[in-house]
Nanobody, 122 residues
């Protein structure tokens, strides 16, 4: 059993940066890939980025490439999502989730956090 908790959300202006953090407890953290997902207003929840169990491999959704960076610290049991050049369309609830597979498929993720709200507006 892995418990996940997101933090770092908030209200920012377009072009700003924001760092989200996902803190884990329980389970063997280094056995899980950690993914970030988001649900923007009026849309289904979608994949954002994933870090492999070791953190050596990462994969991003097209909209996140070049703007977002995912990193993990297995000793601290955290995974961060640094979001740069934020746009109003990035507004939404961001979730982290754990999977035993390195994948962008939500169905493969077993454990989920409660989410953190990100609002990008001028």
């Amino acid at each position: 059993q892995v418990q996940l908790a997101e933090s770092g959300g908030g209200f920012v202006q377009p072009g700003d940066s924001l760092r989200l953090s996902c803190a884990a407890s329980g389970g063997t953290f280094s056995e899980f890939a950690i993914g970030w997902f988001r649900q923007t207003p009026g849309k289904e929840r979608e994949f954002v980025a994933v870090a492999s169990p070791s953190g050596e491999n990462t994969y991003y959704a097209e909209f996140a490439k070049g703007r977002f960076d995912v990193s993990r610290d297995n000793r601290e049991m955290t995974v961060d999502l640094l979001m740069n050049s934020l746009k109003p369309q990035d507004t939404g609830v961001y979730y982290c989730a754990a999977s035993r597979r390195y994948t962008n498929s939500q169905a493969q993720y077993t454990y989920w956090g409660q989410g953190t709200q990100v609002t990008v507006s001028s």
